[in-house]
T-cell receptor, first 113, second 110 residues
Framework: EAQVTQNPRYLITVTGKKLTVTCSQN?????MSWYRQDPGLGLRQIYY???????DKGDVPEGYKVSRKEKRNFPLILESPSPNQTSLYFC????????????FGPGTRLTVL | QQQVKQSPQSLIVQKGGISIINCAYE??????FPWYQQFPGKGPALLIA?????SEKKEGRFTISFNKSAKQFSLHIMDSQPGDSATYFC?????????FGKGTSLLVTP
């Protein structure tokens, strides 16, 4: 089954404790992206990747890191999480990115205390 | 800054009625305009999309109307059903960045 998977689905952590949210797709997509969803703000893009070793900032990249060492994986790293990063995070992938359908993962709900 | 403005924030429609959600954008470089549907606890899923070379696209009960000169586009849901109750996001794309509106929470009452 074609899908985007994220782990963990739920995470409660404390300020400053480094964490990684994994994202994997099995559709051989070149493009992958991370979004955060906050009430009243919609979905905002954090980072995206056009292919292996090619990443770029989205609208809200501060406090986040990403890497794309393999085509299927695109982890999101919070090196020193803060409470304002409490949010619902979505990973997405698409064939090429430009004007293509983006397939979203199920989401990761992160709470930073 | 929000590159895509979406209204209304919430909408209540009776079963069988027409739901209309509007979006506006400023960046004329946008060339792909998708609508996503999101149910509680799920990720958004593509509903329908349009490119600026056409003024309307219809798929079943869902229609996008696109006005390039006004830089506006809208989603019409005909014969709205309770199963359509969800959050709807419009978006606009310029190459690799997908810019979303803030979303519209639609409730279709029986």
């Amino acid at each position: 089954e074609a899908q985007v998977t994220q782990n963990p689905r739920y995470l409660i952590t404390v300020t400053g404790k480094k964490l990684t949210v994994t994202c994997s797709q099995n559709m051989n997509h070149e493009y992958m992206s991370w979004y955060r969803q906050d009430p009243g703000l919609g979905l905002r893009q954090i980072y995206y990747s056009m292919n292996v070793e090619v990443t770029d900032k989205g609208d809200v990249p501060e406090g986040y890191k990403v890497s794309r060492k393999e085509k299927r994986n695109f982890p999101l790293i919070l090196e020193s999480p803060s409470p304002n990063q409490t949010s619902l995070y979505f990973c997405a992938s698409s064939s090429s990115g430009e004007g293509d359908t983006q397939y979203f993962g199920p989401g990761t709900r992160l709470t930073v205390l | 800054q929000q590159q895509v403005k979406q209204s209304p924030q919430s909408l209540i429609v009776q079963k069988g009625g027409i739901s209309i959600i509007n979006c506006a954008y400023e960046n004329t470089a946008f060339d792909y305009f998708p609508w996503y549907q999101q149910f509680p606890g799920k990720g958004p899923a593509l509903l329908i999309a349009i490119r600026p070379d056409v003024s309307e696209k219809k798929e079943g009960r869902f229609t996008i109307s696109f006005n390039k000169s006004a830089k506006q586009f809208s989603l019409h849901i005909m014969d709205s059903q309770p199963g359509d109750s969800a959050t709807y996001f419009c978006a606009a794309s310029d190459r690799y960045a997908l810019n979303f509106g803030k979303g519209t929470s639609l409730l279709v009452t029986p």
